[in-house]
């Protein structure tokens, strides 16, 4: 386990693809535990990829961040699946959200249902 799974920062750019993301718990300040967070101007692709049983967050998107999440399976968070916050943006697409403890998909003030198909 780690604090956080893979975090994209400062306008940072990766595609992540067929990836297992499990088990991020926070760090001795009480930081991150998400399981892929994208921060910062930051881009990333998600595809093909489970990201599970994590602290925080399923995918994080802050400050401005964009996301393509895609066939993707995000399940059994301890926060919401999918949160997007503070002018950043997300394609979400041909995905399962379900059983999260938060939100499926939280969308700043804008909050949908964990029924995402």
Do not use: C, H, W
């Amino acid at each position: 386990m780690s604090a956080s799974g893979i975090g994209l920062f400062d306008s940072a750019q990766a595609t992540i693809s067929n990836s297992r993301i499990t088990g991020t718990k926070k760090d001795a300040r009480g930081n991150y535990g998400f399981g892929i967070g994208v921060v910062g101007n930051s881009k990333a692709t998600i595809q093909s990829s489970t990201i599970e049983q994590n602290v925080l967050f399923g995918i994080f998107l802050r400050d401005n961040a964009q996301a393509t999440v895609q066939n993707s399976t995000i399940t059994n968070n301890s926060g919401e699946g999918i949160g997007v916050y503070e002018a950043s943006r997300a394609a979400i697409t041909n995905n399962t959200i379900k059983n999260n403890i938060g939100i499926g998909i939280s969308l700043g003030s804008t909050v949908f249902q964990n029924e995402t198909a």
